[in-house]
């Protein structure tokens, strides 16, 4: 196999092993606070900005609304 192919399935199935074992770890503590929330905070911080940088920032769209309104005001 390609070496780099065979990396990437090494590092997806890390990954993919690293999610499921938190998800089987917090499947039983519910929504109190325990040990592993500095993890949920993190992912649930990388999923975030994951959704930022794919659809963009919910900030932009006023702010070039914002603009539109302030040159429609000047004319």
């Given at each position: 196999m390609n070496p780099n192919t065979d990396k990437l399935i090494r590092r997806?199935?890390?990954i993919g092993t690293?999610?499921?074992?938190?998800?089987?770890?917090?499947?039983d503590y519910g929504?109190?606070?325990?040990?592993?929330d500095p993890i949920k905070?993190?992912?649930q911080s990388a999923e975030r900005s994951a959704k930022?940088?794919?659809?963009?920032?919910?900030?932009?769209?006023?702010?070039?609304?914002?603009?539109k309104t302030d040159s429609s005001s000047n004319k």
């Open positions: 997806t199935t890390m690293a999610v499921a074992a938190y998800f089987l770890l917090t499947a929504p109190q606070p325990n040990v592993l905070k993190r992912i930022e940088f794919i659809f963009g920032t919910r900030k932009r769209p006023k702010e070039s609304d914002a603009g």
